[in-house]
């Protein structure tokens, strides 16, 4: 399974996620990628975010977001996910982001 993150994407960042099945963004990378996330959903790219260290803000950005890691109490994290629909919210993880990629 091919993994790309911002830092892999060069100059054609479409091309450069080609053939790739995650995506993996930190909070702080949401805002600079908004083209790629429409791209990442015409091309088949699940998106992952971690987010811990900050606290989510309702946005678009939501609907191509698969997988998120928050810094949050349960109860809290089932909130945002129905809220955000975003299909897995794991919460208070230690673990890399990519241990919860499928």
Request: negative net charge.
């Amino acid at each position: 399974m091919r993994i790309v993150t911002l830092d892999d994407l060069k100059e054609d960042k479409r091309a450069d996620m080609q053939g790739a099945r995650w995506l993996i963004l930190s909070a702080g990378e949401l805002e600079q990628s908004a083209s790629l996330l429409m791209f990442t959903e015409l091309d088949d790219i699940l998106v992952a975010v971690d987010h811990r260290g900050s606290i989510p803000t309702d946005g678009i950005w939501q609907r191509a977001v698969h997988l998120i890691v928050i810094d949050a109490s349960e109860s809290e994290a089932e909130s945002f996910r129905r809220r955000s629909g975003i299909t897995k919210v794991i919460c208070n993880a230690t673990e890399d982001i990519r241990t919860f990629l499928w």
